[in-house]
């Protein structure tokens, strides 16, 4: 959670299930044993020298680490099978051991055998359901670790924030730019292409919590711990594209036991030169900095933890931990209501793409739907699907709304009958500030434990982003991001670890994989 005019540090840790500590003890083991079954002396990337290959040394030694995790991975499910065809014949055991009894007994005592009949029958559904169950997770773990690679692959990184980045969003106008809010008291916009910051926003005193851009002007819209809102204008100036280097393997694909490597996964960890717009130790490298706001609204006694554009921008919502959310007009800066009602801190706030209307979500675990289209009336409802706090809950374009919250699951809505959630994506982790695509629906969830994952709006998983020592996430992922708009990079992702990252998520075959 952000905090007031500071960084923030550490991460919440998901709790593990005692199948997984088993899973990660022997996980070890092998690894150990796998050492010392190579002769001494003797590195990974030497066995190899007697084979004829142009590939330079120190990648085909990160092709060997990248095989070896690919066995590893393997090693678990088959271990994990294993265990399970012995819970299977345990529970077969057991399930013969009642059907003797019954057999044997005297066949006058009615009662008894239907009560028999019944444990029997009780066993074959547990055994049908643990069967199901195990037979799904292996499934799902084949489909998360090859198809996610071959339909959601990392294109770049954009690296320069000295902190926790907390949001990020993609201007609706040209030119089309990534704006990352941190808590470095800083917001960076950056060159999609490029992966280079263009600007960057310093007027803020306090960790800067989101980000949002104007839907037809080049203005953004910044939330502070500072306890304030800023609205400030920007003009960026892309740099051209780079030229593909002339790799002839560049384009190469390595399969291997149903994985998909791209040469550009496979990352040579090599120190490298700072590029223009990246942070140094001692502080921001000479890229164009706006430092005064256009307009500050200043009405909230708490941290700024989200803002949002009305439709048509003319008027903006923001979301405080003073309990209250403030509509504020644009042009003037004039507060226009405040929205009072939460019992506890306000943790987002979104409003309707093309309806005058806003949802703000809370630690009370509520979230409520405010409405303006009536100059006269403002309705309120609270909806209180969820048991733990409310992270985020955004309108789609159609008539849903989608809730996350640090209770693992999320919740899609119908605007015309909000009662009770049309569709409940059960998760095992905390679930941070969530995203859907305007045109294939399809919802972004950012996890405490570094993970994401993509659902349809019937709560159907889809996939999940790849993650591993070179390539996603080291720490909490904090908010995502679509960018339909650009066929290439269309999802965005940023954390803890003060990077942002760009995504290409081959969404037709997304869906015609479901």
């Given at each position: 959670?952000?905090?007031?005019?500071?960084?923030?540090?550490?991460?919440?840790?998901?709790?593990?299930?005692?199948?997984?500590?088993?899973?990660?003890?022997?996980?070890?083991?092998?690894?150990?044993?796998?050492?010392?079954?190579?002769?001494p002396?003797?590195?990974?990337?030497?066995?190899?020298?007697?084979?004829?290959?142009?590939?330079?040394?120190?990648?085909?030694?990160?092709?060997?680490?990248?095989?070896?995790?690919?066995?590893?991975?393997?090693?678990?499910?088959?271990?994990?099978?294993?265990?399970?065809?012995?819970?299977?014949?345990?529970?077969?055991?057991?399930?013969?051991?009642?059907?003797?009894?019954?057999?044997?007994?005297?066949?006058?005592?009615?009662?008894?055998?239907?009560?028999?009949?019944?444990?029997?029958?009780?066993?074959s559904?547990?055994?049908?359901?643990?069967?199901?169950?195990?037979?799904?997770?292996?499934?799902?773990?084949?489909?998360?670790t090859?198809?996610?690679r071959?339909?959601c692959?990392?294109?770049?990184?954009?690296?320069?924030?000295?902190?926790?980045?907390?949001?990020?969003?993609?201007?609706?106008?040209?030119?089309?730019?990534?704006?990352?809010a941190?808590?470095?008291?800083?917001?960076?916009?950056?060159?999609?292409?490029?992966?280079?910051?263009?600007?960057?926003?310093?007027?803020?005193?306090?960790?800067?919590?989101?980000?949002?851009?104007?839907?037809?002007?080049?203005?953004?819209?910044?939330?502070?711990?500072?306890?304030?809102?800023?609205?400030?204008?920007?003009?960026?100036?892309?740099?051209?594209?780079?030229p593909p280097?002339?790799?002839?393997?560049?384009?190469?694909?390595?399969?291997?036991?149903?994985?998909l490597?791209?040469?550009?996964?496979?990352?040579i960890?090599?120190?490298?030169?700072?590029?223009?717009?990246?942070?140094?130790?001692?502080g921001?490298?000479?890229?164009?900095?706006?430092?005064v706001?256009t307009?500050?609204?200043?009405?909230?006694?708490?941290?700024?933890?989200?803002?949002?554009?009305?439709?048509?921008?003319?008027?903006?919502?923001?979301?405080?931990?003073?309990?209250?959310?403030?509509?504020?007009?644009?042009?003037?800066s004039?507060?226009?209501?405040?929205?009072t009602?939460?019992?506890?801190?306000?943790?987002?706030?979104?409003?309707?793409?093309?309806?005058?209307?806003?949802?703000?979500?809370?630690?009370?675990?509520?979230?409520?739907?405010?409405?303006?289209?009536?100059?006269?009336i403002?309705?309120?409802?609270?909806?209180?699907?969820?048991?733990?706090?409310?992270?985020?809950?955004?309108?789609?374009?159609?008539?849903?709304?989608?809730?996350?919250?640090?209770?693992?699951?999320?919740?899609?809505?119908?605007?015309?009958?909000?009662?009770?959630?049309?569709?409940?994506?059960?998760?095992?982790?905390?679930?941070?500030?969530?995203?859907?695509?305007?045109?294939?629906?399809?919802?972004?969830?950012?996890?405490?434990?570094?993970?994401?994952?993509?659902?349809?709006?019937?709560?159907?998983r889809?996939?999940?982003?790849?993650?591993?020592?070179?390539?996603?996430?080291?720490?909490?992922?904090?908010c995502?991001?679509?960018?339909?708009?650009?066929?290439?990079?269309?999802?965005?992702?940023?954390?803890?670890?003060?990077?942002?990252?760009?995504?290409?998520?081959?969404?037709?075959?997304?869906?015609?994989?479901?």
């Amino acid at each position: 959670m952000p905090v007031e005019g500071g960084s923030s540090s550490g991460s919440t840790s998901a709790a593990r299930h005692p199948k997984q500590k088993r899973k990660a003890h022997s996980l070890s083991i092998r690894r150990t044993n796998s050492t010392e079954d190579r002769p001494p002396g003797i590195q990974r990337g030497d066995m190899l020298e007697g084979q004829d290959s142009k590939l330079p040394l120190s990648l085909r030694n990160n092709l060997l680490d990248l095989f070896g995790q690919i066995e590893r991975e393997f090693e678990n499910l088959y271990i994990e099978n294993l265990e399970l065809r012995r819970e299977i014949d345990s529970l077969n055991e057991r399930l013969t051991g009642d059907g003797q009894t019954v057999d044997g007994g005297d066949p006058t005592k009615g009662a008894l055998k239907t009560k028999a009949s019944h444990s029997t029958s009780q066993l074959s559904q547990k055994l049908k359901t643990t069967y199901k169950a195990s037979t799904s997770k292996i499934v799902s773990s084949f489909k998360a670790t090859t198809g996610s690679r071959a339909l959601c692959q990392l294109l770049k990184e954009y690296v320069g924030h000295r902190d926790g980045i907390w949001d990020l969003s993609v201007t609706r106008t040209q030119p089309v730019v990534l704006g990352t809010a941190s808590a470095d008291h800083s917001a960076l916009l950056w060159s999609i292409e490029t992966g280079k910051c263009v600007l960057r926003y310093a007027g803020h005193a306090g960790s800067v919590n989101s980000i949002k851009f104007h839907p037809t002007e080049q203005m953004a819209l910044t939330a502070s711990g500072d306890q304030t809102a800023h609205i400030w204008r920007y003009m960026v100036q892309l740099p051209a594209p780079q030229p593909p280097p002339d790799v002839s393997v560049s384009s190469s694909a390595l399969f291997f036991t149903g994985h998909l490597f791209t040469l550009s996964q496979v990352k040579i960890d090599e120190g490298r030169d700072l590029e223009e717009g990246e942070v140094d130790g001692e502080g921001f490298c000479e890229v164009p900095t706006v430092r005064v706001a256009t307009a500050t609204l200043k009405s909230h006694q708490g941290v700024v933890i989200a803002a949002d554009w009305l439709v048509g921008g003319r008027q903006v919502v923001t979301a405080s931990w003073d309990r209250a959310a403030n509509l504020y007009e644009v042009e003037t800066s004039e507060l226009v209501h405040t929205l009072t009602g939460h019992d506890q801190e306000l943790t987002h706030c979104c409003t309707h793409p093309t309806q005058r209307l806003v949802v703000t979500s809370s630690r009370d675990t509520t979230f409520r739907l405010w409405d303006f289209r009536d100059p006269s009336i403002h309705s309120v409802n609270v909806f209180q699907g969820h048991t733990d706090t409310v992270t985020s809950a955004v309108f789609t374009v159609g008539d849903n709304v989608v809730s996350g919250s640090d209770d693992r699951t999320v919740k899609v809505w119908d605007l015309k009958n909000m009662r009770s959630p049309i569709a409940t994506i059960r998760t095992d982790s905390a679930v941070n500030r969530i995203s859907v695509s305007a045109n294939q629906r399809i919802i972004a969830l950012p996890h405490d434990n570094r993970q994401v994952r993509l659902f349809d709006m019937s709560g159907v998983r889809l996939a999940r982003l790849p993650r591993s020592n070179r390539m996603g996430h080291r720490r909490m992922v904090c908010c995502t991001a679509w960018n339909e708009e650009n066929q290439s990079c269309n999802l965005f992702t940023c954390g803890f670890d003060r990077q942002a990252i760009g995504w290409n998520i081959n969404i037709p075959a997304l869906l015609q994989e479901k």
